[in-house]
């Protein structure tokens, strides 16, 4: 069974950065695809940001140009650079891995939170 652990969740400061980190158990080539989700409180989970494993990246529009996804094949682990933190990323960060076989598996870690705040 795949586990996907993160970490770099902190508290910091409006317009601070942060650097998530997701180790997978396994190979990250095992997914055909990896990714940040966010849930803030009161919302539904949503897409952060994502990378297949041919490379090819998807961001949402509120985190265009602020965040970055990238990953560590030797490592096996996948990461998401946020800079110009703002308040309204407030949330627990997920990481998801996916695997298609017929159907799309899922795959989550336990979350981190980023707060942003003064």
Do not use: H
Not at 3 to 18: F, N
Not at 83 to 104: F, I, W
């Amino acid at each position: 069974q795949v586990q996907l652990v993160e970490s770099g969740g902190d508290l910091v400061q409006p317009g601070g950065s942060l650097r998530l980190a997701c180790a997978a158990s396994g190979s990250i080539f095992s997914f055909n695809g990896m990714g940040w989700y966010r849930q803030a409180p009161g919302k539904q989970r949503e897409l952060v940001a994502r990378m297949t494993s041919g490379g090819n990246t998807y961001y949402a529009d509120s985190v265009k140009d602020r965040f970055t996804i990238s990953r560590d094949n030797a490592k096996n682990t996948v990461y998401l650079q946020m800079n110009s933190l703002k308040p309204e990323d407030t949330a627990v960060y997920y990481c998801n891995g996916y695997r298609l076989s017929g159907s799309r598996y899922d795959y989550w870690g336990q979350g981190t939170q980023v707060t942003v705040s003064s």
